[in-house]
């Protein structure tokens, strides 16, 4: 899980698959690392790998992060896919949120159930990989951006799972290009071995 960084290259190993915090025992999958700052995904297992759903970043203890993620998903803010059209590289949604949750309070306090344990299925489902960055909020950033948006120019499904319309903030025109290379002991499906970041 360490990372190797110069000016110019960096090379993240991917560690994991991970449970995502307080599904352990449903699906036997280890605890996430609890302290460290990086970049995550948030995968579905797929054709003997991992499908990408998201890339985020964290800069504190890993808890507090995908706590605060758990409780956007169980208040109806995030999107909710159907985990097992995700493990077939279809993307269907259950509830949509972002904006449209905003505007439609009414129908996820009708549908509240049903939805939270839908909420609950999806993060069962998820397996999460996790790298090591030293803790500089640009890097995260544009480490975060740069897988983003190359899912997003890649052919169905990889482009399809993930949610449009991230806050990304990828490389400024004053930055220094930089290469991210990519190791992982198992496919990540749409995770190129190097990546300009």
Same mark, same amino acid.
């Given at each position: ?130 790298? /090591?960055?030293?803790?500089? =909020?640009? +890097?995260?950033? @544009?480490?975060?951006?740069? !897988? ?6 890649? #052919? ?16 400024? /025109?004053?930055?220094?290009? =930089?290469? +991210?290379?990519? @190791?992982?002991?198992?496919? !990540? ?6 990546? #300009?970041?």
């Amino acid at each position: 899980m360490n990372i190797n960084q110069d000016a110019k290259n960096l090379q993240a190993d991917w560690d994991g698959p991970f449970s995502w915090p307080n599904f352990e025992s449903e699906n036997g999958l280890p605890t996430i690392p609890l302290h460290s700052t990086g970049v995550y995904l948030q995968t579905f297992e797929y054709q003997n790998g991992y499908l990408i759903y998201a890339a985020g970043i964290t800069r504190r203890s890993v808890p507090v992060r995908f706590k605060e993620h758990t409780r956007h998903y169980m208040n109806g803010d995030y999107t909710v896919l159907d985990p097992l059209a995700a493990e077939r590289g279809i993307r269907k949604e259950i509830w949509h949120g972002w904006g449209y949750a905003k505007v439609h309070r009414d129908q996820f306090e009708e549908n509240k159930v049903e939805i939270q344990e839908a909420v609950k299925k999806q993060l069962a489902k998820f397996r999460v990989f996790y790298a /090591n960055f030293r803790n500089e =909020q640009r +890097l995260l950033e @544009r480490v975060e951006a740069a !897988i983003m948006n190359f899912l997003y120019e890649q #052919k169905s499904p990889y482009k399809d799972l993930p949610d449009k319309g991230m806050m990304l903030a990828p490389r400024w /025109n004053s930055e220094e290009p =930089q290469t +991210l290379n990519n @190791r992982s002991k198992v496919t !990540i499906h749409g995770l190129p071995e190097a990546l #300009k970041i």
